[in-house]
């Protein structure tokens, strides 16, 4: 077990260093709720999907914040700490948990505002909201720890491009019959939330251990003059 002492250390160093980004994001996000909301943009469902959509900055709040240590030489120096590297891990993961309450929190109001039949639990909105911020930020994390900037930009992102082009053909071509209507149905069945729910705990207890594992080996073999993980 890392030392917590280290791990609050940690964090509170990477919390105080977000804070001006993060109320930069927050202030960029309320602009663009506000420009969309004047083109008319004003539904429940429009709002929520503008609130998605900005939320991938936070989300990458946190993975942006390794690249920028691995240029600054500030990753190296952390290394050269007497800390664990599991401790760096879990203060970054923690940061990127406490960085999307601010949105979660947001869907969970704004699902407050959808009319019936599509009214949905606060609660539970939020806490989906949040576990799929939460699992996104980390995957980054793993990502942008385990390989440089550069290595991304090319094959890997016309690969992602691609899956994201062709993801929903291929899904309809699964499964022909699931329509946006027909996908808006299941969502609102009594045991929908339930099944989200454990889907979203299974995928973050086994694909945030997998980014542990990966982040931690990264930044314990880390070397700023090779680039080697």
């Given at each position: 077990?890392?030392?917590?002492?280290?791990?609050?250390?940690?964090?509170?160093?990477?919390?105080?260093?977000?804070?001006?980004?993060?109320?930069?994001?927050?202030?960029?996000?309320?602009?663009?709720?506000?420009?969309?909301?004047?083109?008319g943009?004003?539904?429940?469902?429009d709002?929520?999907a503008?609130?998605?959509?900005?939320?991938?900055?936070?989300?990458?709040?946190?993975?942006?914040?390794?690249?920028?240590?691995k240029?600054?030489?500030?990753?190296?120096?952390?290394?050269?700490?007497?800390?664990?590297?599991?401790?760096?891990?879990?203060?970054?993961?923690?940061?990127?948990?406490?960085?999307?309450?601010?949105?979660?929190?947001?869907?969970?109001?704004?699902?407050?505002?959808?009319?019936?039949?599509?009214?949905?639990?606060?609660?539970?909105?939020?806490?989906?909201?949040?576990?799929?911020?939460?699992?996104?930020?980390?995957c980054?994390?793993?990502?942008?720890?385990?390989?440089?900037?550069?290595?991304?930009?090319?094959?890997?992102?016309?690969?992602?491009?691609?899956?994201?082009?062709?993801?929903?053909?291929?899904?309809?071509?699964?499964?022909?019959?699931?329509?946006?209507?027909?996908?808006?149905?299941?969502?609102?069945?009594?045991?929908?939330?339930?099944?989200?729910?454990?889907?979203?705990?299974?995928?973050?207890?086994?694909?945030?251990?997998?980014?542990?594992?990966?982040?931690?080996?990264?930044i314990?073999?880390?070397?700023?003059?090779?680039?080697?993980?």
């Amino acid at each position: 077990m890392p030392d917590l002492e280290h791990v609050r250390s940690l964090l509170k160093l990477e919390l105080r260093r977000q804070r001006p980004l993060l109320l930069r994001m927050v202030g960029m996000s309320a602009m663009t709720a506000a420009i969309f909301f004047m083109l008319g943009k004003r539904s429940p469902a429009d709002q929520l999907a503008i609130l998605l959509g900005t939320s991938l900055g936070i989300v990458a709040l946190v993975p942006a914040g390794i690249t920028r240590d691995k240029m600054e030489g500030t990753l190296e120096f952390l290394i050269g700490l007497p800390v664990e590297p599991r401790a760096i891990v879990i203060s970054r993961f923690i940061a990127t948990a406490l960085t999307a309450i601010p949105w979660a929190v947001l869907a969970g109001f704004l699902a407050l505002t959808f009319p019936p039949p599509f009214q949905m639990n606060p609660i539970g909105v939020c806490i989906l909201a949040w576990m799929l911020f939460v699992l996104l930020g980390i995957c980054g994390i793993a990502v942008m720890t385990r390989f440089e900037l550069e290595s991304l930009v090319g094959a890997p992102l016309i690969a992602m491009l691609i899956v994201f082009g062709l993801g929903p053909r291929l899904v309809h071509a699964v499964a022909p019959g699931l329509t946006a209507k027909s996908l808006l149905v299941l969502l609102f069945q009594p045991y929908a939330p339930i099944v989200i729910a454990f889907a979203m705990i299974a995928a973050i207890a086994g694909v945030g251990t997998l980014a542990f594992v990966v982040t931690e080996r990264a930044i314990a073999t880390y070397r700023r003059d090779s680039g080697v993980h």
